[in-house]
């Protein structure tokens, strides 16, 4: 999160307890990841809070927290985002586009893994904002970066469950407002706009429908019936 240690402590709070709150209400096992999405969030958020304490302090051991910051923002959200939303969604169309945007997410989060082994990454505070530099080859092809919101920000509008929609628009409005005013440092901030969306996922639960054993039964004996017709 930007601005300060305060700011991304508080929201680590905040997070958590929404998060708690979310996978308390939860009854489906299928939208387990997906009600997890503001805890994970707010462990991202400690994760900066710990990089604006080494930062401030100069400290020698910041890089290991950068490295946590960088595995959450570019490896793990390419993948957990598409994943979980796909396992909630019921559509066929919608889901084989899912399935696509997260085989784009998995190879994504491999390349930039291997990236993290063999380049290095570092971060400054500019501006009140933490910039990640991130030594990448990727960074000589910005057609890379676009390729990153495909599995983050397409499968929830696509989404045919309530509130996903909004959560993606969201996502695509805050990431136009990032690169327009925080270029520099794009992660860190945008990371703060998506961790303040993801309180959204408490209301996506809630309204979620919860399946019985009678509809999935009601379910398997249509498609025999069609089936045999």
Avoid at 47 to 59: A, R
Avoid at 120 to 126: N, R, V
Avoid at 194 to 200: G, R, V
């Amino acid at each position: 999160m930007c601005f300060s240690t305060t700011a991304s402590f508080t929201a680590f709070v905040v997070l958590s307890l929404t998060g708690a709150k979310t996978l308390s209400i939860n009854k489906r096992k299928d939208a387990q990841m997906f009600a997890a999405i503001p805890i994970i969030f707010g462990l991202q958020q400690l994760t900066e809070g710990i990089v604006w304490l080494g930062l401030t302090h100069h400290s020698s051991w910041t890089h290991i927290p950068i490295y946590y910051f960088v595995f959450f923002a570019q490896v793990l959200w390419a993948v957990w985002v598409p994943l979980s939303i796909l396992k909630i969604e019921e559509n066929p169309l919608r889901r084989k586009i899912m399935k696509v945007c997260l085989a784009i997410g998995i190879l994504l989060a491999a390349y930039i893994s291997v990236c993290m082994i063999f380049y290095k990454i570092s971060a400054g505070i500019t501006h009140l904002h933490i910039n990640y530099y991130l030594d990448f080859p990727h960074n000589q092809y910005p057609l890379l970066g676009l390729f990153y919101l495909i599995p983050i920000i397409l499968p929830p509008i696509i989404s045919s469950t309530k509130w996903m929609k909004s959560i993606g628009y969201l996502l695509l409005s805050s990431m136009v407002f990032t690169k327009t005013y925080y270029q520099d440092e794009v992660i860190s901030v945008w990371c703060f706009f998506a961790a303040l969306i993801s309180i959204l996922v408490y209301f996506v639960i809630d309204n979620l429908p919860v399946k019985s054993k009678f509809s999935k039964q009601f379910k398997y004996a249509s498609v025999n019936l069609n089936f045999k017709m």
